[in-house]
């Protein structure tokens, strides 16, 4: 297994607010790591969130205490405490510093192990699967729109075009318990995963980056190549993409 991970601040923002995390060796008790966080808030807060979000997930699974104790069913478990804390704390940093109040951040965070795929997902960042016949969203976006989509008040179509479209209904930085959603995925004919926060599924439709992902190349190039071209699509917001080779050629 190969992956590579990059952010770029994009064409129009004059800072970047996403964060990102990729780690291919064991860690703690899991297999390998991968996190990446969309921030949100005002002046530098969403930047904060966003970086203290990946910090407090990756040393909570480095640190933990009962490593020995955990398996391969309670990786998801291990992924939702590791969000749920980072939570808890991003929610104590906004309540303790005026200046940082209502920051958030999207969280993606998973692991590969057993041809498998085990998530926890907040917000409108999205994981695909990409194989040689298809890509699939893999995540569902907490966003406003979604939520009509789901209730069956407006199209796909409308979405795309809707004011309302970058309104995200979940993100971590919350106070009390946060609902994540878990997703534990059998890989079968996945040839790689892709992590990427909504500046790169703006910017590429699914098509497009599924004939990047399966360009020729290290998986290095192909996930610049993924940021470069929003870039030239526009760049209109913070660009980030993590790429897992699982099972390529």
Not at 65 to 87: C, G, H, R, T, W
Not at 225 to 237: C, F, K, M, P, V
């Amino acid at each position: 297994m190969y992956a590579a991970g990059f952010t770029d601040k994009g064409q129009t923002r004059s800072q970047n607010q996403d964060a990102i995390f990729v780690c291919c060796d064991t860690l703690g008790p899991l297999p390998n790591l991968f996190i990446l966080a969309d921030g949100m808030g005002g002046h530098n807060a969403g930047e904060i969130a966003s970086a203290r979000a990946v910090d407090y997930i990756a040393d909570y699974i480095r640190n933990f205490k009962a490593a020995e104790f955990v398996q391969p069913d309670n990786f998801l478990d291990l992924l939702v405490s590791a969000v749920q804390e980072a939570n808890s704390k991003i929610y104590k940093m906004s309540e303790d510093n005026p200046e940082m109040q209502g920051m958030g951040t999207t969280i993606i965070v998973c692991t590969v192990y057993d041809k498998k795929i085990i998530m926890v997902h907040v917000g409108d960042s999205r994981a695909y699967v990409v194989a040689p016949t298809h890509i699939t969203q893999i995540t569902e976006d907490h966003t406003y729109v979604e939520e009509m989509i789901q209730a069956g008040e407006l199209t796909s179509e409308e979405a795309n075009i809707h004011p309302n479209r970058h309104v995200i209904t979940r993100a971590l930085g919350i106070s009390g318990p946060l609902e994540a959603d878990g997703i534990v995925r059998p890989l079968s004919d996945t040839t790689t995963v892709v992590l990427c926060s909504d500046g790169l599924s703006d910017m590429l439709d699914d098509d497009a980056i599924k004939g990047i992902v399966e360009d020729e190349g290290f998986v290095e190039h192909r996930t610049k190549h993924l940021i470069e071209e929003a870039n030239l699509r526009g760049g209109h917001d913070n660009i980030s993409a993590i790429l897992i080779d699982v099972n390529r050629a």
